[in-house]
């Protein structure tokens, strides 16, 4: 049994936190693998991870050690210095990728805002002032900063906090040409997710992704993939890209690339990366020792070819589970995604239902996502066992099960 020994509990959350958040009655206190275990020691399969981010699941013993290890030789330095692990990750991330030169910040968010940023600065340098137009795509998710909620598209995200930074434009994902329709020499960048993950689980056609591409040679404006959730490893390939033809100008990663530590990077040339010149951006912890010691063993276990093969047989059992239970409930319109970042949209019969039945989930002992209103969303820990696979999903059906029973 756990003992609460600070005496605080999930009661406490609506005294002293902001409440921006609603979260989960539970309070998690420790975790192992793909298993979670709450205050009273319930236990949780966890099909969540933390929204995609502990990609080697909960205290993955390497990540364990690595942590004590750098623990003890050096936690930060300012960024008038630089240091080992940041220099060691960041030729490991160019050495994987198109990208020539990295720059670390500590989220996506902050990852996208230098892309953002790097993207105008260099249409400024190179064409001047009235090339400024960011074109994203409705229903995209880049960040809570101003910038990058604007920036995607979804306005609830942004409206209600004054005026909006400008020149940005949105069509639908997938359409080429109302993209077409919008594009024009004052075109700077167009910013997408190759597969929109809090979207909906959305995946970029091959033949959109390759269209975007040309439009964007055509216009001299940026391709910025936000591969934060997709990235490192969660698509079967350590970034979505490298299962296409097309090749970003800046990449963006965030989330599983620290496994739950803090850390986010931006890739790019070392053409473009020029036009972020010294004192023009900057981040006070991006790039800590800590966070690159951790991101650097992530990197190795990850990418490696059978690791990435694993995580693709992963996606078929999960599919296939997805589907079974399907056969047996008969609520699911579709069930798609790619590796192990999944969705699995409700009939019309249930729209709405999806965080109803997330929550009955977890009453049967299994954390998963949903991806707005009408689709429940699955991003284990990449490593996560077979066994675990087999035995959330039989909590998913019996949740289910007493839910249209009710």
């Not at 109302?178 to 033949?207: F, K, R, W, Y």
């Not at 993939?225 to 890209?241: I, M, P, S």
Request: proline residues 3%.
């Amino acid at each position: 049994m756990t003992n609460n020994v600070i005496g605080v509990s999930r009661k406490d959350f609506d005294t002293v936190m902001v409440p921006n958040y609603a979260p989960a009655a539970m309070l998690p206190v420790r975790g192992q693998g793909s298993r979670l275990w709450d205050q009273e020691d319930n236990e949780y399969i966890d099909f969540a991870a933390g929204i995609a981010v502990s990609c080697l699941g909960h205290c993955y013993p390497p990540l364990v050690e690595t942590l004590q290890k750098q623990s003890q030789q050096l936690w930060h330095v300012s960024n008038l210095l630089t240091n080992e692990p940041a220099l060691r990750l960041a030729t490991k991330l160019t050495d994987a990728t198109f990208a020539e030169q990295v720059f670390f910040a500590n989220s996506g968010a902050e990852a996208n805002e230098a892309a953002l940023k790097l993207a105008r600065r260099y249409a400024l340098d190179h064409f001047g002032n009235k090339k400024d137009q960011i074109i994203a795509f409705n229903q995209g998710f880049h960040g809570r900063t101003f910038f990058t909620v604007t920036v995607g598209g979804q306005t609830a995200y942004s409206d209600g906090f004054g005026p909006k930074p400008g020149a940005i434009k949105h069509v639908d994902f997938n359409d080429l040409a109302a993209l077409e329709s919008l594009m024009s020499d004052n075109t700077c960048a167009i910013m997408m997710e190759p597969l929109q993950g809090e979207g909906g689980i959305h995946v970029a056609s091959q033949q959109f992704m390759i269209g975007v591409r040309a439009l964007c040679d055509k216009y001299n404006a940026l391709l910025i993939f936000d591969e934060v959730q997709t990235g490192v490893g969660r698509t079967g390939n350590l970034y979505a890209y490298q299962n296409t033809d097309v090749k970003p100008d800046i990449l963006t990663s965030a989330k599983g690339l620290g496994a739950g530590f803090p850390i986010a990077a931006m890739l790019t040339t070392a053409r473009i990366a020029k036009s972020l010149s010294v004192g023009t951006h900057g981040s006070t912890y991006g790039g800590n020792p800590l966070a690159c010691s951790i991101a650097e063993v992530v990197v190795d276990t990850v990418n490696d070819t059978g690791f990435l093969a694993d995580v693709k047989a992963k996606s078929v059992i999960f599919k296939n589970a997805l589907t079974a239970l399907n056969h047996q409930h008969a609520i699911f319109a579709d069930i798609r995604g790619e590796g192990l970042l999944l969705g699995a949209e409700l009939t019309e019969q249930y729209q709405g239902q999806a965080i109803t039945i997330m929550n009955l989930a977890a009453k049967e002992g299994l954390l998963i996502l949903v991806a707005g209103a009408n689709v429940l969303r699955f991003t284990p820990a990449l490593n996560i066992p077979d066994n675990d696979i087999h035995a959330g999903m039989q909590k998913l059906s019996l949740a289910i099960e007493k839910w249209l029973s009710a």
